[in-house]
């Protein structure tokens, strides 16, 4: 079942066409990876996706609640925002609070349950993805990967339809990448929608159902993730690929 469709979209800023004339069908239950040179527009794609970024042509629609350019009520937008949590290069963990306290902000926040229920739900997300031993650590005595990884958790918390990640490794030491894409490859495994910008091809490869290549605010590519980021091509995706740095970094997979 189609869980989020674009249909002939296009987005402005001031002057400038960002993105046009997008069509992308993104399945529930699918990951799909964007990858595509450096201001290509694939944040402003991700940031489409949950109305953060408000096209300026063409239709949204997520899990059957339609947004049409020109014409989005708060109501919709609310509708639409509350069915997507996103991730960040950056982390951006509440520096104030514990681990714990990070992933059951959107509970309380949201008013999706009070203080007892939100630490439960809290507790068993965070052990969900092996984090139980750091729940009572504030964020400056983390790893960058384990930051990343709480920031999963309360991604995950209020079980949203879709989560969308914007290179979430691309600030992270190396040695640390793994642990992320580990976590994240296995919430592919459980079938949790994901939208995933991301250079690190391989695991695209490995966990990706589809991929698009975004170039200059279009999608000039799209297809089997496999397929599609191929290495062997002659053509301007394999070039790209072939331009990245191609280690495998998930054993989830393997
Ligand atoms: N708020 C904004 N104001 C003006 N221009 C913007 C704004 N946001 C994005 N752009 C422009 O839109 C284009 C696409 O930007 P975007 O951040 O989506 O690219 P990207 O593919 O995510 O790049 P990167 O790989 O570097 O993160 C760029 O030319 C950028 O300068
Ligand atoms: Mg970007």
């Known amino acids: 079942m189609t ?7 296009s987005v402005k800023i001031g002057q400038k066409q960002v993105l046009r004339n997008i069509d992308l069908d993104i399945p529930e239950g699918s990951v ?13 794609l991700l ?37 997507s949590t996103m ?27 009070k203080f007892d229920e939100a630490e439960k739900i809290a507790q068993q997300t965070l ?27 309360r991604a995950l918390v209020s079980k949203p339809k879709v989560v969308l990640f914007d290179e ?30 991301t250079h690190e091809i391989e695991f695209a490869r490995q966990i990706a159902n589809q991929a698009i290549f975004v170039e200059d605010g279009a999608i000039v590519a799209q ?7 191929s290495a062997e091509g002659d053509g301007r995706v394999s070039a790209f690929v072939n331009s990245l740095d191609n280690r495998a970094h998930i054993e989830a997979f393997q």
């Open 223 to 229: 297809g089997d993730a496999k397929t599609l980021l």
């Open 32 to 44: 799909t990876a964007i990858v595509g040179p450096s201001g290509s527009g694939k944040t402003t």
């Open 87 to 113: 991730v960040f290069q950056q982390f951006n963990l509440f520096k104030n609070l514990t681990a714990l306290g990070n992933v059951m902000s959107p509970l309380i926040y949201n008013k999706i349950a």
């Open 127 to 153: 052990a969900n993805l092996g984090l139980e031993q750091i729940a009572d650590q504030y964020p400056v005595t983390l790893s960058g990967g384990q930051q990343q990884r709480v920031s999963i958790a």
């Open 168 to 197: 979430p490794t691309s600030a992270l030491d190396p040695e640390l990448v793994a642990s992320v894409l580990n976590t994240i490859a296995t919430l592919a495994l459980q079938n949790i929608t994901m939208v995933i910008v």
């Open 3 to 9: 869980l989020i469709q674009l249909k002939n979209l």
């Open 47 to 83: 940031r489409t996706l949950n109305l953060l970024q408000v096209p300026s042509e063409g239709t949204i629609e997520v899990d059957g609640v339609l947004a049409t350019a020109n014409h989005i009520s708060k109501d919709t937008t609310r509708k639409i925002r509350d069915k």
